[in-house]
């Protein structure tokens, strides 16, 4: 309850370092401002809520999302797992993020139906494939993650021959048009006669499996 004197420094997205002061005395005054205009509060019922205007496991004091770095406890999981034998390759199903996948294309064609030709040919040619994609969720936390960190304007993609953005990293910050160009890639473009011939390519006793979640 009492002022603890303890700072603390946090970094906010656009790289602005602010130093915060926790004053436990500020929630001793609530307390006691309880007990006033005859309200007469159970203090153990009180003591009970939070007594900031968000809990601290969900946004920090300056209203930024809580985040954890979730790689950090891949470690743990996997500390007392012996390293698994590889199969071969055509015993193996890949998994391939396709929203990596988006983001680390070099030499960017000119129109969608070459940039998605292009990303079909950067998958493997051999055993099944799991090509996942995320999910984009209007209002979600990770939508409002996103939404901080910049937000690209909308385009219209008219169809395959739409010409690609100038800058496409600014395109694909926008939840609205990487849902169009996923479904440009898998409904025309990845089921059209030019990339059936895929199967053509690989072992005859496995077919590759594309699944976008």
């Known amino acids: 309850m009492a002022n603890m004197h303890t700072t603390a420094k946090t970094q906010t997205p656009k790289s602005k370092v602010t130093q915060y002061k926790q004053q436990g005395n500020v929630a001793f005054q609530l307390c006691v401002k309880s007990q006033n205009q005859g309200l007469q509060l159970d203090m153990k019922e009180l003591m009970t809520y939070l007594l900031t205007v968000v809990p601290f496991s969900l946004a920090t004091a300056d ?33 391939y993020d396709g929203n ?7 030499d960017i ?14 998958i493997g040619r051999k ?40 800058d496409w990293k600014s395109f694909l910050s ?18 059209s006669q030019s990339c059936s011939g895929y199967s053509e390519t690989v072992s005859r006793t496995r ?3 594309f699944t976008f979640c």
């Open 127 to 166: 055993g099944d494939v799991v090509f996942s994609t995320d999910q984009y969720i209007p209002e979600s936390v990770k939508s409002m993650e996103i939404c901080q960190r910049g937000c690209g304007e909308k385009l219209i993609l008219r169809g395959e021959t739409t010409k690609r953005p100038p």
């Open 207 to 209: 077919t590759p499996i």
């Open 63 to 95: 209203g930024y999302l809580t985040k954890t770095d979730k790689a950090k406890a891949f470690q743990y999981l996997t500390k007392d797992c012996p390293d698994a034998e590889v199969p071969p390759v055509t015993e193996t199903l890949t998994v």
């Open 109 to 122: 064609q000119e129109n969608f139906r070459q940039i998605s030709t292009k990303v079909f040919d950067m």
């Open 100 to 106: 990596a996948c988006f983001y680390y294309l070099k």
């Open 174 to 191: 926008n939840d609205e048009n990487k849902v169009q160009f996923i479904k440009l890639l898998l409904i025309l473009i990845w089921r």
